[in-house]
């Protein structure tokens, strides 16, 4: 059993109202909250043409896309992850430009507000990453790309911890 929506659950009832963070032992000077839409049903799921790992079953089950972190003010930080209609247009969109980098299975299924990055999720069942989220940088070769964390539970789990922060640019 999946933890997804227990993550999600937490960061509704701590972050449904505006309310200051703090990043990298500093409150960050603008307030965020996380805001979820519908979950999908097992119809709409099984109209995908990937293989979804999991979590991200569970998570589009518990919430059909979501805004996470936002900065409810200026709309300068957050994340959009998106719902399962905007998928297949903004992965077409990162093949065609970012054709060198692509690999299969990849799916974009974010991207972070304020900046150009984008949130990946491995689908390719037979590859060793399979299900692992990455960040995909505007400017840097797929070399460079963090990888934020091993699943999506685990990446929404620490990004609930860390307040929205970017935490894999710490690992670095």
């Given amino acids: 059993m999946f933890k997804v929506k227990e993550v999600l659950d937490k960061m509704n009832s701590h972050w449904s109202v505006p309310k200051s963070a703090v990043h990298r032992a ?13 979950g999908a049903n097992e119809q709409k799921l099984s109209t995908l043409a990937i293989s979804l790992p999991p979590e991200a079953i ?13 900065d409810d003010e200026y709309g300068q ?9 905007e998928l297949d247009r903004a992965t077409r969109f990162y093949l065609d430009k970012r054709s060198r980098d692509a690999l299969e ?8 507000v304020g900046d150009s990055d984008l949130l990946l999720l491995r689908c390719n069942p037979h ?7 990455m960040i ?29 922060d970017k935490y894999w640019e710490l690992m670095r």
Wanted: charged letters at 25%.
């Fill in 127 to 133: 590859s060793s990453d399979f299900g692992s989220v």
């Fill in 77 to 85: 930080w957050g994340l959009e992850i998106y719902c399962l209609d």
């Fill in 105 to 112: 299975g990849d799916l974009i299924i974010g991207e972070f």
């Fill in 26 to 38: 500093a409150e960050i000077p603008f307030k965020l909250r996380c805001s979820f839409n519908n």
């Fill in 136 to 164: 995909v940088s505007a400017i840097d070769q797929r070399e460079e790309w963090d990888t934020a964390a091993i699943d999506l539970e685990s990446f929404l789990l620490e990004l609930y911890s860390q307040q929205g």
């Fill in 58 to 70: 569970e998570f589009y089950k518990a919430t059909d896309g979501a805004v996470l972190f936002k």
